[in-house]
């Protein structure tokens, strides 16, 4: 890696990285989708912002990284260990709140300005994923495997959980490229009805 490469990322964004390297944690986002985060969080600079499934802090950082002045961030981890060293990695910041437990925990916080869907909710609870989300709250979800069909397919057959989310009647959704195997989708919920 370069050094310009490295200079363009947030201190806490390498800290994590390299906290996610020393517990062997491999499911950390992207560079690529962490960009992405720190996007939509930069969107909403007094907005609620949601993570589900913290996981070694790497998501949240890049999130925490866009966040603007009136915003906070709150991120939910259900296993301890993980949950316990990314509330190391935000100790002293006020804005950035880590909790253990299930996803669900997330919903005392709710309605969500943003919400990276990492981990609980995704799959199990779609709907209640959107139903979290404001009017015009944006929804990131990524590790999806890019499709040139429709519907969108994935092991010879259709996603159907990734269709769930590009067709849901109350989200504005597309799926973007993040590398050249990777995809993630972004949608935004709608505040009027189709």
């Known amino acids: 890696m370069t050094d310009d490469a490295e ?7 390498l800290a994590a990285e390299r906290g996610a390297a020393r517990l062997g944690f491999g499911k950390s986002c992207t560079r690529e989708v962490g960009r992405l985060l720190a996007v939509a969080s930069a969107a909403k600079p007094g907005g609620t912002v949601a993570e589900s499934g913290t996981g070694a802090g790497v998501g949240t950082a890049w ?12 991120t939910v981890e259900r296993d ?6 990314a509330a190391e990695l935000f100790e002293g910041d006020e804005r950035v709140r880590v909790l253990h437990g299930d996803w669900r925990l997330l919903e005392e916080h709710a309605p969500f300005d943003v919400f990276f869907c990492d981990g609980g909710g995704k799959r199990d609870d779609p709907d209640r994923v959107v139903e979290l989300l404001a009017p015009g709250g ?6 999806f495997t890019p499709s040139p069909h429709w519907p969108p397919r994935y092991g010879g057959e259709v996603d159907r959980l990734r269709l769930h989310y590009l067709t849901h009647p109350a989200l504005e959704a597309s799926e973007v490229l993040t590398t050249p195997g ?7 919920r709608r505040a009027w009805r189709a």
Do not use: F, N
């Not at 200079?7 to 964004?13: A, C, F, G, T």
């Not at 999130?63 to 709150?74: F, H, K, N, Q």
């Open 138 to 143: 944006l929804l990131l979800m990524d590790d």
């Open 7 to 13: 200079r363009s990322v947030p201190e806490r964004v």
């Open 63 to 74: 999130l925490r990284s866009g966040l603007g002045p009136g915003g906070r961030l709150v």
């Open 182 to 188: 990777s995809s993630a989708v972004l949608a935004v």
């Open 80 to 85: 301890a260990q993980l949950a316990r060293r």
